[in-house]
């Protein structure tokens, strides 16, 4: 069975579900979530995607991100996403939205009205490897100053989300 996503217009109200590689082809805005973990000591949990991802494989992003399912409340997804590929699940607090539109590898656009998820936790992932290939804690200051250096080396929703002003701890 192919996955379908939820496309949105520019106020995130819902508009239709088309599967997830053809709206990744035709650049078509849907509704997608990037969570941020934090551990007390400020650092960020990135993951490596897996190499075999549709796309951005192998680059670093942030904690967890994926699409919602028809019917599915946008947070209850986040949960069920950060269990699946992180194996672990903690509080999350939305932290806001933004649009964005990239043409990524393999000729696919990433158009998403994006939510953004904050949450702490202390402990170690146990990563599905269909999924996340690596993993690291990050102060985001060191985060900021490797993508400036090495750009080709994270997610472009990354880098947007990071210039989000007032949303991460740490700067």
């Known amino acids: 069975m192919q996955e379908k996503i939820i496309l949105v217009d520019e106020n ?8 997830k590689l053809a709206a990744h082809r035709n650049g078509k ?8 973990i934090f551990n007390t000591k400020g650092e960020l949990m990135l993951q490596k995607r897996a190499v075999k ?3 951005s494989g192998g680059l670093w992003s942030n904690t967890c991100c994926s699409h919602p399912r ?7 997804a986040a949960h ?13 607090e939305h ?6 539109n990239a043409e990524l590898d393999n000729g696919l656009i990433e158009h998403e009205f994006d939510h953004l998820y ?8 146990n990563l599905n490897l269909k999924e996340a290939q690596g993993w690291k804690w990050i102060k ?6 490797d993508i400036a250096s090495h750009p080709e080396n994270y997610t472009y929703w990354l880098k947007e989300a990071l210039k989000k002003p007032g949303k991460f701890p740490g700067g």
């Open 12 to 19: 995130d109200r819902e508009i239709g579900l088309e599967e």
């Open 29 to 36: 805005l849907h509704r997608a979530f990037s969570i941020f």
């Open 53 to 55: 991802k549709y796309h």
């Open 70 to 76: 028809a019917g599915e409340e946008t947070a209850a």
């Open 80 to 92: 069920r996403r950060l269990q699946e590929e992180m194996g672990f699940d903690c509080g999350l």
């Open 95 to 100: 932290a806001g939205s933004f649009i964005y």
């Open 118 to 125: 904050i949450g702490f936790h202390d402990g170690m992932p």
């Open 140 to 145: 985001p200051a060191a985060l900021r100053k």
